[in-house]
């Protein structure tokens, strides 16, 4: 049996205090010109991590040993929240304090690794508060969340939002359940405030099913999409060519090194254009990350400290 999603300490995220006051309209912080990666045939990887217990900058550790490429070509910041707000009735962004310990110190969390050519995206989900992408009550609504990513990924320099709906409850504080409108309009608005900024989606939850409404598909805003079940090989349900999507998803350490090369030769045999894995952690993970480094690029990975 697969193992839906991922293993993390939600307990965690609802007790930390320290809710991230956004400023709207805040100057962006500049970051220095990417230097460009060596060149590398082959899909995209892209590599989520849990800000809470490891350090963005691993992603950075790996490259190929044959050219020297990046392995990594997409880091995801896992994961900020859609928060709501009981007294104005409206979601909100959150940022736990590890999340924004990473942003306060994008120069030396994000900046050397876009300076490396590797895109760093912001993923954002529920907090168990009833505030989802999916149950947005208004257009107006939906477009003012929107704001607050848009501006978020101006402030802090950031390549991009990743939508994952999950644990967001539907219903507690009152929410409305899931609409057919809702995401539609996020994703419009989003898309509409940061038209050259990557757009994923983690294919989950009621808004991974809602990407059409009053005649208005969103599925080609999207940049990618990719299968949430580690270990396994599902292709996204959503309107995108190949070379945008990630049947494969991989726990790194957590999922065997076989069913990592087995997944990752099937990427390939069958021609889609990207390769998910989860959890990058501080250990030297050269092992598993060659796994499909081999498979993807014909090369072994390099892990250097």
Do not use: C
């Amino acid at each position: 049996m697969f193992t839906p999603v991922r293993s993390r300490v939600r307990t965690a995220v609802l007790a930390l205090s320290a809710i991230a006051a956004l400023a709207l309209g805040a100057t962006a912080t500049t970051g220095a010109a990417a230097v460009p990666a060596a060149a590398k045939q082959g899909p995209t990887s892209v590599a989520y991590v849990e800000v809470n217990n490891n350090s963005m900058l691993n992603v950075g550790k790996y490259t190929l040993a044959n050219g020297g490429g990046n392995v990594f070509d997409v880091a995801v910041i896992f994961a900020a929240n859609i928060n709501y707000d009981t007294g104005r009735k409206a979601a909100t962004l959150y940022f736990n304090e590890n999340v924004q310990r990473v942003l306060d110190n994008a120069a030396t969390q994000i900046r050397p690794l876009q300076q490396k050519g590797i895109k760093v995206v912001l993923s954002v989900l529920g907090n168990h508060q009833g505030a989802g992408f999916a149950n947005f009550p208004s257009q107006q609504a939906a477009s003012t969340f929107a704001k607050q990513l848009s501006d978020t990924v101006t402030k802090y320099g950031l390549d991009g939002i990743d939508f994952d709906d999950e644990y967001a409850e539907y219903g507690n504080n009152g929410t409305g359940q899931p609409n057919a409108s809702s995401f539609v309009y996020l994703v419009s608005a989003l898309r509409t405030n940061m038209p050259n900024k990557i757009i994923s989606l983690y294919n989950i939850g009621p808004a991974a099913s809602r990407l059409s409404y009053g005649g208005v598909d969103v599925a080609s805003k999207f940049n990618y999409a990719w299968n949430p079940y580690y270990g396994s090989w599902q292709v996204p349900g959503i309107a995108l060519p190949k070379s945008k999507l990630s049947p494969a998803a991989v726990e790194i350490g957590g999922t065997s090194q076989s069913t990592v090369a087995s997944l990752a030769r099937r990427t390939v045999s069958e021609g889609y254009g990207v390769y998910l894995t989860y959890n990058l952690d501080g250990a030297n993970r050269s092992a598993d990350v060659s796994a499909f480094t081999r498979e993807l690029y014909g090369s072994d990975a390099r892990y250097t400290p």
